[in-house]
């Protein structure tokens, strides 16, 4: 008996042994797991800056954050943070007023479209090769209006063939460069294609008779089959005949690589375009995190999965589903330009990688210098393209059929569909599968009307700011700030901006609405950092839809009429009439008398009535008015504009 009752002691102090041996290990690990996310993983040498350094202790409360954000319940999981899920969390928090946790493994959101500004050349690069956005679609032009300014672009391509940069897609002037012809217009066109193609008894059933039978051997061998064996490691005849079905070939001069009617480029960036589709504030977005490492701490009312389909089923044992990758190397060149045109196609054999991008082509980038990207393709690394071979295809089918019988996971995105996508068509995508899984059917949801509230600050204390958000679902926050005081943030869309303590807040209010790097909300809210008007009156004001511009200083619009409003200030009043006849519409023939006064100088002012605003009175004119408040500590203008803002945004 008592050797028993010692055998079990020993056995207890093994385990405790071991046990307390194991969550060493598992501290370790953690600890070590939250210093390597604190410090931030360094960026490729094309990205590189400054190394961020954070001591343990900040480590320690980042692994904590994330732990709340992980364990907290959520309406809505999305993983991944690039298009189709960044528009799937946009959707359910904006419109649905939904709780989404946005799940991102690599260290930044914007997936394959991310950007930013080269170090070294100053010049903004895409991270993983160019993306051009085009769209043929009016709903998803619509909708991206929302979340960046768009500069209209068509791209061209060329392809360097036997020395000899020829267009791409095919045209009259590529067929002409190559083989030294003559050819006038797309009847002559149509006429030496017909004689060049391949006439096949059947549909093509791959990619090397999609070739032959609209361009003929001659271009397919100098073009497109060199070119697929380099990006796809397989000849056109092992791909399914919708590679080549997607590259058009054209009998006019028409160099343009797309014919979408909406052709253009976001003026600030992708990154910044992503940055507001992500900035609702009940979005929280988590980078750095691999789903599959923390899923089983999620608490998720639904989950969109925007991976590789058989990442997420990886468990079952399956083939994985082929992808080709790109690598880049990246070269500096001390030149205006390195190439005639943004992207190079290079089809030869001879040369290991499939193209050239120069990003300074983009947008008219100015630098003395030029940085370019040499693409390489290649099997393994980051999965970019699925190919569709049968094979392939016959696989993906067990895949799709498991993934369908997940009802509470939906499969979004090229990676989860096993499809190449162009970016409209991921946005397309995940629009209408938002329709189908909140009931919204086939047609367009109507959006909820946006809001976004712009302070002017001193010193006031804004502790009042959530509250605000809350209640108006606020898409972001502008606070302007002029006294040196520290403005905490509190929510991701709060945007603050410090100025020069100059002007009263009409000075801040112009800089706003000069700014060239956002895009306004349907109502934009401008009130003093301690606002007169109350948050209920703000609410049951912008509640009544249809209004250009909203005078929160009045219950009715007849309260503040002339001469009452300018008693406290009787100096400014011949600037206030100077001022009324300069900025009343031309059409306008009501008195002086008879217009209303802004005296607080808070208001809301619709997107319609911002953009008529620019137009009748110009960005020059409006730079000189706002120069004109910042001379001096309190002008005369600046209370002229407090009373006359309702002017300025009168109809045209």
Not at 106 to 128: K, L, Q, S
Request: glycine share 6%.
């Amino acid at each position: 008996m008592a050797r028993l009752q010692h055998a079990r002691v020993a056995m207890l102090v093994k385990k405790m042994f071991y046990g307390a041996l194991l969550a060493a290990v598992l501290y370790g690990v953690i600890l070590f797991a939250a210093m390597r996310d604190a410090a931030g993983r360094e960026p490729p040498a094309a990205a590189r800056g400054r190394a961020r350094v954070s001591a343990i202790p900040q480590a320690s409360a980042r692994g904590r954050a994330r732990a709340a954000s992980i364990s907290t319940a959520y309406d809505v999981c999305v993983v991944g943070a690039g298009l189709s899920g960044a528009v799937i969390a946009q959707q359910y928090a904006s419109t649905l007023n939904k709780t989404v946790l946005v799940v991102e493994k690599r260290d930044h959101i914007g997936g394959n479209c991310y950007d930013y500004t080269d170090e070294e050349t100053g010049i903004r690069v895409n991270r993983y090769g160019a993306h051009l956005f085009h769209t043929k679609h009016a709903r998803v032009w619509r909708y991206v209006q929302a979340f960046a300014t768009w500069v209209p672009y068509e791209h061209e391509v060329q392809a360097l063939v036997d020395g000899k940069y020829v267009p791409v897609p095919v045209n009259i002037d590529s067929v002409n460069i190559l083989f030294g012809l003559n050819i006038s217009g797309p009847a002559q066109m149509r006429a030496w294609l017909h004689a060049e193609q391949r006439h096949l008894p059947a549909p093509p059933r791959n990619s090397e008779e999609v070739s032959l039978s609209r361009v003929g051997p001659r271009l397919y061998e100098k073009l497109f089959k060199p070119y697929t064996i380099k990006q796809w490691a397989k000849t056109p005849a092992q791909l399914g005949p919708e590679v080549m079905a997607r590259i058009p070939v054209r009998t006019s001069h028409d160099a343009r690589y797309f014919s979408d009617r909406w052709q253009a480029l976001p003026a600030h960036g992708y990154t910044a375009f992503f940055e507001n589709l992500l900035g609702d504030p009940r979005i929280t977005v988590e980078t750095g995190t691999d789903f599959f490492a923390v899923r089983g701490a999620l608490r998720c009312g639904r989950t969109y999965f925007t991976g590789p389909v058989d990442a997420y089923f990886a468990h079952l044992g399956w083939p994985r589903l082929e992808y080709r990758s790109l690598t880049f190397a990246r070269e500096v060149h001390a030149v205006p330009l390195y190439q005639p045109i943004s992207v190079v196609n290079h089809p030869s054999p001879a040369v290991p990688y499939t193209r050239v991008v120069e990003y300074k082509h983009f947008l008219g980038q100015r630098s003395n210098k030029t940085v370019i990207f040499k693409e390489f393709s290649q099997d393994g690394g980051e999965p970019y393209y699925p190919v569709p071979s049968p094979a392939n295809q016959a696989l993906f089918a067990k895949y799709k059929a498991m993934a369908d019988s997940h009802t509470n996971v939906s499969f979004v995105g090229r990676l989860a569909n096993y499809k190449y996508f162009n970016m409209d068509e991921s946005i397309l995508n995940a629009l209408e599968l938002f329709d189908r899984d909140t009931g919204a059917g086939a047609g367009e949801r109507a959006p909820r009307t946006s809001s976004d509230l712009v302070i002017a600050h001193c010193t006031e204390d804004l502790s009042w700011i959530p509250a605000w958000i809350a209640a108006l679902h606020l898409s972001r926050v502008y606070v302007y700030t002029k006294c040196g005081a520290q403005v905490p943030r509190g929510s991701a869309v709060v945007r603050v901006t410090p100025l020069a303590n100059k002007g009263r807040e009409g000075q801040s209010w112009l800089h706003h609405l000069l700014r060239t790097d956002i895009v306004f909300a349907d109502q934009s809210v401008f009130v003093q950092g301690s606002p007169e008007v109350t948050l209920a009156a703000v609410r049951r004001r912008l509640g009544s839809r249809g209004h250009r511009f909203i005078d929160f200083g009045t219950q009715s619009p007849s309260t503040y009429a002339f001469p009452g409003c300018v008693t406290s200030h009787s100096a400014i009043e011949g600037e206030l009439r100077a001022r009324y006849q300069e900025w009343k519409p031309p059409a306008s023939n009501a008195s002086f008398e008879s217009i209303h006064c802004t005296l607080r100088g808070e208001f809301s002012v619709s997107r319609a009535a911002i953009q008529g605003f620019l137009r009748r009175h110009t960005r020059p004119r409006l730079e000189r008015l706002k120069q004109e408040t910042e001379a001096g500590n309190a002008p005369a203008i600046t209370y002229v504009l407090e009373r006359l803002w309702g002017v300025l945004f009168s109809s045209e």
